[in-house]
């Protein structure tokens, strides 16, 4: 089991950067691959990024791909989204979470989840 908690959101302007961090409160976050998803109301909550339990597979949706980045650091029980470049369209609610098995898929369940951090970029 692990329990996860976001940090990092806040506003930016159109073109800035942020950083989010989801560490894992309780559990060993290395034994669970994970996923930062995002939703704004009134559209689908969409899968942004995946990580393995290691550095050496990851996913990006088309809409981030080229200006986001994820990335782990297993020895501080961490997971980074570096989104740079960023759009008004990139706001929303963003959600960690974690699955034992690596996927890339919007569709796959994920059985941990964070509370979530607001993330607002101003055009």
């Known amino acids: 089991q692990v329990q996860l908690v976001e940090s990092g959101g806040g506003l930016a302007q159109a073109g800035g950067s942020l950083r989010l961090s989801c560490a894992a409160a309780?559990?060993?976050?290395?034994?669970?691959?994970a996923g930062w998803f995002r939703h704004d109301p009134g559209k689908e909550r969409e899968l942004v990024a995946a990580?393995?339990?290691?550095?050496?597979?990851?996913y990006y949706a088309d809409s981030v791909k080229g200006r986001f980045t994820i990335s782990r650091d297993n020895a501080k029980n961490t997971v980074y989204l570096q989104m740079n470049s960023l759009k008004a369209e990139d706001t929303a609610v963003y959600y960690c979470?974690?699955?034992?098995?690596?996927?890339?898929?919007?569709?796959?369940?994920?059985?941990?989840w964070g509370q979530g951090t607001q993330v607002t970029v101003s055009s």
């Open positions: 990580i393995g339990k290691s550095n050496s597979i990851k």
């Open positions: 979470a974690a699955r034992r098995v690596y996927s890339d898929s919007r569709l796959a369940k994920y059985d941990y």
């Open positions: 309780k559990g060993t976050f290395s034994m669970y691959a």
